[in-house]
């Protein structure tokens, strides 16, 4: 009798389905979308992005939730280049997969609404936590031109408090995903879906943009690898915080 061998999520998600834990397949839509600066970053600088893309997928959900350490707070000698330290979590395990969008998709976070990254494939139970892969797109074209063949790209202009003004064009990719995003909800079979918000706050709140490169000569800055300004972007795109998850009643308009 010939075996077949099913992909490790697939089959995963077969004996979820299938298993004694009352667990039903299901899909439903993710959706991207964008919540904007409200004001100077900690370095006194007021951003004002003229672009921002970000190539995002696939996006897995995992039963596992994220605990905080309650460690006693110690010296982070990348304060000194990127501000202040995110907040850790403690012994996060994903534990069972729940559920998957395999696809990749450009997103334009200034768009005037969501962006839908796909509908994930999943399972109803106790969801804790997502991750997140923001690769550099394989494809080329229209969709992925913006990115310059990077994973994130953010263009603007940076005004200091005293005035000091910076238009800059940075770009970053990340050598793994993002692990442990909270995500915390029972979902059965109710009509909805999840909304990823990216927050803009956190992805630039630690850049002293005084660090980048000196203009070229389209009055363009970069942010050299490691410059406070670089690191202090990296630091801010692989924080867990930048990305709150929630989920939205009702079906897509």
């Known amino acids: 009798m010939k075996r077949v061998l099913l992909p490790p999520a697939l089959l995963l998600l077969v004996l979820l389905a299938s298993c004694g834990t009352g667990a039903q397949r299901r899909t439903f839509p993710v959706e991207m979308t964008l919540q904007p600066m409200t004001g100077p970053n ?42 202040t330290a995110w ?17 990749t998709t450009v997103v334009d976070l200034l768009a005037a609404s969501p962006t839908v990254l796909g509908q994930a494939n999943a399972v109803t139970g106790d969801y804790g ?12 074209g229209d969709a992925v031109a913006p990115l310059g063949g990077h994973a994130v790209r953010v263009r603007g202009t940076a005004t200091h408090t005293d005035g000091r003004r910076v238009r800059f064009d940075a770009a970053l990719d990340l050598p793994k995903p993002i692990e442990g995003i909270r995500f915390e909800r029972a979902l059965a079979e109710e009509v909805g879906r999840v909304r990823i918000t990216v927050d803009l706050n956190t992805w630039l709140g630690r850049i002293d943009f005084a660090t980048a490169s000196p203009p070229d000569a389209d009055g363009v800055s970069t942010f050299p690898t490691g410059s406070q300004a670089m690191n202090a972007l990296v630091r801010g795109v692989e924080d867990t915080g930048a990305y709150v998850v929630t989920w939205v009643e009702g079906a897509t308009q």
Request: aromatic share 10%; charged share 15%; hydrophobic share 40%.
């Open 42 to 83: 900690e370095r006194g600088w007021t951003v004002t992005p003229e672009a921002l893309h970000v190539s995002v997928g696939p996006v897995r959900f995992y039963e596992g939730h994220v605990l905080l350490s309650h460690r006693a707070p110690r010296f982070d000698p990348f304060f000194l280049l990127g501000g």
């Open 87 to 103: 907040a850790h979590p403690g012994h996060y395990l994903p534990g069972d997969a729940m559920a998957e969008v395999l696809s």
């Open 129 to 140: 936590s997502m991750e997140l892969t923001l690769p550099i797109p394989s494809a080329t």
